[in-house]
């Protein structure tokens, strides 16, 4: 490791940074893989069925008590589907908007990982200047809501660029409960920086390591900010995007093989950095309550990360298990409560919360 | 590295000139939906000059509001109106001469000011937290400030009141 010490700081940070890049992303896409997994077991065991139990390389029936228990687990599921989405045929249909229709699944997957840049899955590794965040913004959270709110275009041009009725219908359905419900997710998350006084994601985390995490201090921003991020990612019970007893399969549609793979990736890709989100938000991000300072040895660090991705972890199961748990709500059910319930409801918390830092902390 | 920021300047510069360009007279497609995806593309390189200036709470703000929300509806209304590819109108001789003193006039002022502007020695930047922006907001310029938040206030009445069904 001495050769890294030596060399020039502004290679190190590239040198890292590329690393680190390297590391969230090939994370991310492994965790979306088998999160998959999970929402077929989930939902398997809620439906009390058995889920993917039989798919296995050629070779792992030989190997003794493991190799069928892998199998029955349904580990080797996800390779078998990535590669299905790979090799399957890519139709394009003769009355899509043939531009549109190829950059639209680009547009959905790119912003979901763009937010994972921001927050920081960890203290320090190593030496103490090498923080586990791969930008470390002093705008962090408006960053984050800016690149959130560029989501929303991969869906309205894939309902676009189909060029017919059930996809558009999808693409104007999820621009509008998009915009809706990032309204009442910004003014909840304003009530968490009235309190910690900063935009950093790291100084959230520095907050909440000495002064408890902040679900407890706003659990009604926090309920606020879980619901906006159930509508941001188009899950149910707020899947109307999508929603398959009305519009086929909404703006994906007319998507085959890997294009359709990329808007599903897309979506995983959203849980896993609204799940990164809330913890870090209103969990204590990689903190403990007995486990606030940031780690000095490399073992240490690979702890706090450990903490991270177990926290993010909950909150993932969390949003299969609601999925398979509630109906589907309707159209006018979802404005209704975005607009007349959530908005009004944080702007309370907003002025409460404002009012109790100046009189009251000071 | 001057040099490596002073070319990502030129990028952003020339890709919001390109995409400006591109989304008022785009030579391949005549489509409105285009011309908005290109006016997005624009507001994002604009944020890429905003951040070269270190004014990230700018550029966040440009990218959150203008690309991720007055856009996005603009593209609502484009698709709900179903707005057909626009005709290629025929040359208005009168018109194109009234256009081209008005962008000639403005060129030439343009030009001007930049012609008798002397160059700063450090470079300006627009430094500063989110925190001090915020304290010059509500200090130095909290009346316009406090004017455009009413502004602002009466066009979102103004709207709803237009939007009302049972309006006689």
């Known amino acids: 490791m001495d050769f890294l010490q030596n060399l020039d700081p502004t290679v190190q940070f590239i040198l890292f940074s590329v690393v680190k890049i390297g590391v969230v992303f090939g994370v991310t896409m492994s965790f979306v893989a088998y999160s998959v997994l999970v929402e077929r077991k989930v939902s398997a065991w809620i439906q009390d069925r058995v889920g993917p139990n039989r798919t296995a390389p050629p070779m792992a029936q030989f190997v003794p008590i493991l190799g069928p228990f892998l199998t029955r687990l349904g580990i080797f599921q996800p390779m078998a589907d990535g590669l299905k989405f790979l090799l399957k045929e890519d139709f394009t249909p003769s009355y899509v908007r043939k531009v549109y229709f190829w950059i639209a699944p680009a547009i959905a997957v790119i912003p979901a990982f763009l937010t994972l840049a921001v927050i920081p899955f960890g203290s320090t590794l190593g030496n103490p200047g090498n923080k586990m965040v791969i930008a470390d913004l002093d705008v962090g959270i408006l960053y984050t809501f800016g690149i959130v709110s560029l989501g929303v275009y991969g869906i309205v041009l894939a309902g676009y660029a189909a060029n017919s009725k059930y996809p558009f219908l999808g693409g104007i359905r999820s621009s509008a409960q998009m915009i809706s419900y990032e309204i009442a997710m910004g003014m909840s998350v304003v009530s968490v920086f009235l309190l910690v006084g900063d935009l950093n994601l790291s100084k959230v985390i520095e907050y909440q390591a000495h002064g408890g995490w902040l679900v407890f201090k706003q659990p009604l921003a926090f309920f606020i900010f879980l619901v906006a991020a159930f509508a941001e990612t188009n899950r149910l019970p707020f899947d109307l995007p999508e929603s398959e007893s009305e519009l086929v399969g909404g703006y994906h549609t007319e998507y085959s093989s890997m294009k359709f793979a990329l808007f599903f990736l897309g979506e995983y890709a959203n849980m896993i950095a609204s799940s990164a989100m809330m913890v870090t938000l209103f969990f204590g991000g990689w903190t403990l309550p007995f486990i606030g300072d940031p780690a000095s040895g490399l073992l240490g660090g690979l702890l706090h990360i450990g903490i991270f991705v177990a926290k993010m972890c909950a909150f993932m199961v969390l949003f299969i298990w609601v999925r398979w748990m509630f109906p589907r709500f309707r159209y006018d059910q979802l404005m209704d409560l975005g607009w007349r319930r959530f908005i009004p409801l944080a702007l309370a918390n907003i002025l409460v919360t404002a009012l109790v830092v100046a009189f009251v902390n000071r | ?168």
């Open chain 2, 1 to 168: 590295m001057p040099e490596f920021t002073d070319l990502l300047f030129y990028a952003f510069a020339g890709l919001t000139l390109l995409c400006g360009f591109l989304c008022v007279a785009n030579p391949l497609s005549r489509n409105p939906v285009t011309s908005a995806m290109f006016l997005v593309l624009t507001i994002i390189s604009m944020a890429g000059l905003f951040v070269l200036l270190h004014a990230f709470f700018l550029a966040a703000v440009q990218v959150l509001v203008y690309a991720g929300a007055v856009m996005v509806l603009f593209l609502f209304v484009i698709m709900l109106l179903n707005i057909k590819e626009e005709e290629r109108r025929k040359m208005n001789i009168a018109a194109v001469g009234v256009g081209a003193v008005a962008v000639a006039t403005l060129a030439g002022i343009l030009v001007r000011a930049l012609w008798h502007a002397t160059p700063l020695a450090t470079t300006a930047t627009v430094e500063g937290s989110t925190r001090t922006l915020g304290r010059i907001l509500f200090t130095r310029y909290l009346l316009p400030f406090e004017v455009l938040s009413v502004l602002l206030l009466v066009a979102m009445v103004g709207v709803i009141l237009l939007s009302r069904k049972e309006l006689k």
